[in-house]
């Protein structure tokens, strides 16, 4: 099987042998990656939605791993035993619904070696959530896919670190690899905020203008930092 770019990022966060719960798993492409690749000794498929969960019973059967992988209808950790598994995945999701799965399914998660997340939105909240509750990011991963990017990252348990604010936006560990599709996306955003202050600096003098233009250059700051540390300056 192959699996697309994002999804491939997560797998190669797994350790071999893992016992592994994929929490919103959709068609459930990454278990059968993982039990066929002989990463994981074992998977557990889970989704909210009955639909997608069938689809991805289907799917198991179909490339030959039921005896390898269970499906199962839970809301985030709920239908997960501690103990059942050793290694979370979370993605493609919205960080605030990841946040929220930890925090109720902490049982679970407390018996876990690892979770490896992929959050589509308030990444950096996932990070700050993470380093303030008993978790190290000891690892990161980025890649682009369609115009899109997606970070990736695998918590263990661990101290807290001392992290800055372009730390928590834009990944530590990413920045401490110097990681080049980082790069990338920081040059893009460089260019939509640069343009949006010289459409900003074209219009009326107002309040809200002044505002957003000051939004803007502040967020323009935090990613020419991150540049220069990537870049060595």
Known sequence: MELSKRLHAVAGLVTEGA?????????????????KQNIASRVIAA?????PLERARMHIVGYGVKDRITTRLSDGLEQIEPGEADTMIAAGMGGGLIIRILQKGKPVT????ALILQPQSEI?????????NG?????EDMVEEYGKYYPVMRAVHGGREDYSAIDYLYGKRLLEMKHPVLRKYLLREKYIKE????QLAGKEDSPSARQREAEIKEQLAYVMEALKKIDGL
């Open 47 to 51: 989704d909210i939605n009955r639909g």
């Open 195 to 198: 343009s949006i202050l010289a």
């Open 124 to 132: 950096e909240k996932v990070r700050i959530y993470l380093n303030q």
């Open 135 to 139: 978790y190290q990011i000891e690892k």
């Open 19 to 35: 016992s592994v719960a994929d929490i919103g798993t959709d068609h459930g492409y990454i278990p059968i990656y993982l039990v």
């Open 110 to 113: 407390d018996r876990m070696r």
